[in-house]
């Protein structure tokens, strides 16, 4: 890993088929433990139940409030400063709730990699 500074605002935002808004913070060769992702769902949006193969992810929520599905747990609401955990090749998908946008930080190790992404709906 090096030091370094990571600017969010200049990552951008892309519109996913996870329906979404995604910003790669961090997911290049500074580290190779984690990357790290800004998401964003829209008032009364839900996310692809989906699965990452061979990664775990965390979300950190900073805003909004929802309610997150994990594999065979019961639905969970979240709001700003929860953290969830989510095991690898668990199925898993968020609900905004609010009226406001939910937005979290995805963390995930090791790094998100496309081909570990599988959509299952």
Known sequence: ????????VAAGEIETQERC?????ANDSGDASVSIARARVKAGG??????????SERYIVVAGTGRVEIG???PA????????????DVPQRITNTGTDDLVFYCVCA???R???YEALE
């Open 77 to 88: 609401e979240v709001a700003e400063g929860d953290v969830v955990r989510i095991p690898p």
């Open 114 to 116: 496309a081909d570990c």
């Open 21 to 25: 808004f995604i910003s790669e913070v």
């Open 46 to 55: 839900t996310t692809t139940l989906h699965r990452l193969k061979g990664i």
């Open 110 to 112: 090791p790094p998100f």
């Open 1 to 8: 890993m090096r030091a370094e500074v990571r600017k969010g």
């Open 72 to 74: 065979g747990l019961n």
